[in-house]
């Protein structure tokens, strides 16, 4: 599972980050989250990573990823690959936020 936190296995990181892409600027950002997709797809610890569309006209994007440990994320968000992958973000996206959540209870399927 993970690294061992006071003798418990440690939570996996659950991360939202929130795009407002400019206006026009759809395919440069989704041209921008392919190379990101795929450098995050080969990091250790990454779990899944996932692109929401908005279903209105708000230009509100959210990437959502799971990750081992917090200590995967963030080696990967310092590294001079990640940086430079979302460098060129600033061209096409007005706003962000990153919101990063340690998970402590999850729900698969359908129990009875």
């Given amino acids: 599972m993970g690294t061992r936190n006071n003798g418990r296995p440690a939570d ?3 991360v ?11 395919q440069g950002f989704l041209d ?14 990454h779990i899944v990573e996932r692109l929401g569309a908005p279903l209105d006209d708000s230009r509100q ?8 440990t ?6 990967w968000q310092q590294s001079a690959e990640h940086r430079a992958l ?3 973000l600033r061209e096409w996206v007005d706003s962000t936020q ?8 999850e729900t698969k399927g359908v129990t009875s």
């Fill in 12 to 14: 996996k990181l659950s």
């Fill in 16 to 26: 939202v980050f929130t795009v407002r892409v400019i206006e026009g600027g759809e």
């Fill in 32 to 45: 921008l989250y392919d190379q990101l997709r795929k450098s995050v797809a080969r990091t250790p610890g």
């Fill in 61 to 68: 994007w959210v990437i959502t990823s799971e990750w081992q």
């Fill in 70 to 75: 917090a200590e995967h994320f963030f080696a």
């Fill in 86 to 88: 979302v460098a060129p």
């Fill in 98 to 105: 990153s919101l990063r959540f340690r998970v402590v209870k």
